[in-house]
Nanobody, 122 residues
Framework: QAHFVESGGGLVQPGGSLRLSCTVS????????IGWFRQAPGGERKWIAC????????TYADSVKGRFTISRDNAENTVYLQMNSLEPEDTAVYYCAASPTGGATLNSYDYWGQGTQVTVSS
């Protein structure tokens, strides 16, 4: 069974950047849409971006559009989330997940990583 691992989180000052990685083992990403979600303390898990497997088309939530960029390297079985101009409101645990169909709903995604913490604070 595919196993997803997120990495790259940490503490960053407002206005800074981070790049998150989502790497899969025991499977391949090629045919899946990969999504990034985040869950702030006390909040719900929310979709923020996804990228399709075949076309590599990208879709973003309004909250991150223009600041975050999702990309994928199918040969490396890795999906990235480049996060720029980070704000304290971006503080959350970030998760990657795989879906055969894609979309912005949690139920569309079958496989999940354990998450990586991103904290934006001065």
């Amino acid at each position: 069974q595919a196993h997803f691992v997120e990495s790259g989180g940490g503490l960053v000052q407002p206005g800074g950047s981070l790049r998150l990685s989502c790497t899969v083992s025991g499977g391949t990403l090629d045919h899946y849409t990969i999504g990034w979600f985040r869950q702030a303390p006390g909040g719900e898990r929310k979709w923020i971006a996804c990228i399709r497997g075949s076309t590599k088309s990208e879709t973003y939530a309004d909250s991150v559009k223009g600041r975050f960029t999702i990309s994928r390297d199918n040969a490396e079985n890795t999906v990235y989330l480049q996060m720029n101009s980070l704000e304290p409101e971006d503080t959350a645990v970030y998760y990657c997940a795989a879906s055969p169909t894609g979309g912005a709903t949690l139920n569309s995604y079958d496989y999940w990583g354990q998450g990586t913490q991103v904290t934006v604070s001065s």
